[in-house]
């Protein structure tokens, strides 16, 4: 019985580690949550359970910093353990996206859509790879079949522009009116919009209205692109 109690005790203790470090993350102060996952991997022992989940948060702390490549080093050794781990696997792409590498990316990715074929961040991330090669087809199957199982504004954006690219502008521009409709506060439905007038030569008066109201709402929350549902 008090093995079982000791063992509860540092579960519990874990989780809460792991709550004060993602609260780090969420309120901008990742350098000292990277801090702190340094000194809890000085400390821990490398077998055990809080070691290998400090790891984890290492990665997705270095990842938010920007820190690529030594993000991508720890995932990468991660997946050679648990080749099969979903969230490793959607940041490692992730990591390398960032890299621009890009078929890197689709390779892991593949393998996280094999396990979670109907995952709208993997998709969506899927969509930004061929956006970044200038696919416009297969980005815009992969940004529209995200957005299809979860309507928010960053993918309504991200299918207006591609549309925008193919110069399909009336579906673009329809797709900014239901965005900014449905989400007021976006700005930069509304500075795309508003380009995308401009580029048209039409409504110019809407479209500097929609300019100078840009700053008039908060930034939107967006998923951080690390997490994986």
């Known amino acids: ?3 079982k109690v000791d063992l509860e005790k540092i579960e519990s203790l874990e989780i809460s580690i792991i709550k004060v470090l993602v609260l ?3 309120s901008q102060r990742a350098d000292i949550a990277l801090e702190s996952i340094e000194v809890f991997l000085k400390v821990c022992p490398a077998f055990s359970e809080l070691f290998k989940k400090m790891r984890v948060e290492k990665a997705a702390t270095l990842l938010l910093l920007n820190q690529y490549a030594e993000a991508e080093l720890i995932y990468k050794d991660i997946v050679r353990k648990e080749p ?3 969230d490793i696997l959607g940041n490692l792409a992730m990591s390398l ?6 078929f890197q990316a689709l390779f892991y990715l593949e393998k996280a859509l094999s396990i979670s074929p109907l995952n709208h961040i993997l998709l969506n991330h899927k969509g930004t790879i061929y956006h970044e090669l200038t696919i416009y087809d297969k ?3 992969f940004y529209q079949r ?3 199982l979860n309507i928010s504004a960053n993918a309504m954006v991200n299918v207006a522009v591609i549309n925008t690219e193919l110069k399909h502008f009336k579906v673009a521009e329809k797709l900014y009116e239901e965005c ?3 989400f007021p506060g976006h700005k930069l439905a509304k500075c795309n919009y508003a380009a995308l007038l401009l580029l048209q030569r039409k409504q110019l008066k809407l479209a500097w209205e ?3 109201t840009r700053l008039e709402h908060p930034s939107p929350t967006v998923d951080l692109p690390t997490g994986i549902p």
Request: charged share 35%; hydrophobic share 50%; aromatic share 12%.
């Open 1 to 3: 019985m008090g093995l």
């Open 97 to 102: 996206l960032k890299q621009k590498k890009f």
């Open 24 to 26: 780090l993350r969420e």
């Open 146 to 148: 995200s957005l299809e």
């Open 84 to 86: 099969e781990r979903l």
């Open 139 to 141: 980005a815009l199957f």
């Open 210 to 212: 929609l300019y100078e």
């Open 180 to 182: 900014i409709r449905v």
